[in-house]
């Protein structure tokens, strides 16, 4: 069973950048997707991006297309989440996630596993 670690959280002001990563323990990402989401105060759990780990191939929400990158690093087995341009209301918890059988990386019940979450504080 694959248990997600994140990291790279924390307080930053409107305009900086924050590294969140994302560690995989027993097991490997290598047959997996690998989607980060976010769950602001009051607000529903949403895709930010995903990469299927085998391809490497991405997507992302609209309102990270820009912003955010996504990669990952096979000898780390680690994925990351590079966010720059960072405004308050990027302001979450953010999730780690995989899933052996996902058709749409967007949709966070195609996931089997999640970490803990951290979170991000954007001020203005």
């Known amino acids: 069973q694959v248990q997600l670690v994140e990291s790279g959280g924390g307080l930053v002001q409107a305009g900086g950048s924050l590294r969140l990563s994302c560690a995989a323990a027993g097991g490997t990402f290598s047959s997996y997707a690998v989607g980060w989401f976010r769950q602001g105060p009051g607000k529903e759990r949403e895709f930010v991006a995903a990469i299927r780990w085998s391809i490497g191939l991405t997507s992302y929400a609209d309102s990270a297309k820009g912003r955010f990158t996504i990669s990952r690093d096979n000898a780390r087995n680690t994925a990351y989440l590079q966010m720059n341009s960072l405004k308050p209301e990027d302001t979450a918890v953010y999730y780690c996630?995989?899933?052996?059988?996902?058709?749409?990386?967007?949709?966070?019940?195609?996931?089997?596993?999640w970490g803990q979450g951290t979170q991000v504080t954007v001020s203005s």
């Open positions: 996630a995989a899933g052996r059988v996902v058709v749409d990386t967007r949709t966070p019940s195609q996931y089997n596993y």
